[in-house]
């Protein structure tokens, strides 16, 4: 069956510092991958990767995708206590509309 | 430019009741998706409406429908309510052209089925 899996699970960092998260993912005929930072209620959008898109980047926030190994990773510099939030990743994958989410991974930053 | 819009913010309703959902897509969107998110958890794909015709379905009963108006809002209805229906229910809309599409989320509703 499809999955998405999101490491670690949580984060506890310093302002300042920078932080990795990871989203593998066991999708046959991979589409396309979606971020997300989650507050309060609606996720916001961040990024889409695809096949012919593998590496975005806004301000603090990139991302790249390995479609080799099925895996992505999003990282955020210089962190800030506003960063802190659930982020989630979700994949399509050829012949259906559904994204598939992981469970996200709960970054908290300290002033 | 609005953004995708949901009503009612949160909900109260006892088991075996009946609830209607709203959302209203961004403009230009003519895609909506339904997802249930439950506490701790990634939110899970429940049904896609395109052309006011389901175009994709999740695992969930058929307890839960929706419907797909020609101004692209959508509803979601759910039947006989469980205690385990208790979740926020996210509409994502998109346009859908190509290979890859990108999802905005609503605010979501909140749903406290007791």
């Known amino acids: 069956e499809d999955k998405v899996v999101q490491s670690p699970l949580s984060l506890v960092v310093h302002e300042g510092d920078t932080v990795t998260l990871n989203c593998s993912y066991e999708?046959?005929?991979?589409?396309?991958l979606l971020w997300y930072k989650q507050e309060k209620k609606a996720p916001t959008f961040l990024f889409m990767l695809?096949?012919?898109?593998i590496e975005k980047k806004s301000g603090r926030l990139s991302s790249i995708l390995d479609k080799k190994e099925l895996f992505s990773i999003l990282n955020i510099t210089a962190t800030q206590t506003g960063d802190s939030a659930v982020y989630l990743c979700?994949?399509?994958?050829?012949?259906?509309?559904?994204?598939?989410f992981g469970t996200g991974t709960r970054l908290k930053v300290l002033a | 430019d609005a953004g995708v819009t949901q009503s009612p913010t949160h909900l109260i309703k006892t088991r075996g009741q009946q609830v209607t959902l709203r959302c209203s897509p961004k403009?230009?969107?003519?895609?909506v998706s339904w997802y249930q998110q439950a506490l701790g958890q990634g939110p899970q794909f429940i049904f896609q409406?395109?052309?006011?015709?389901?175009?994709q379905r999740g695992n969930f009963p058929d307890r839960f429908s929706g419907h797909q108006f020609p101004n692209y809002s959508s509803e979601l209805n759910v039947n006989a309510l469980l205690l385990g229906d208790s979740a926020l229910y996210l509409c994502?809309?998109?346009?859908?052209?190509?290979?890859?599409?990108?999802?905005?989320f609503g605010p979501g509703t909140r749903l406290t089925v007791t």
């Open positions: 979700a994949v399509r994958f050829s012949g259906t509309y559904k994204y598939i």
């Open positions: 403009s230009g969107h003519d895609t």
């Open positions: 695809t096949s012919s898109g």
């Open positions: 994502a809309s998109s346009l859908v052209s190509g290979d890859s599409y990108e999802q905005y």
């Open positions: 999708v046959t005929n991979f589409r396309s």
């Open positions: 409406y395109y052309e006011e015709e389901e175009r």
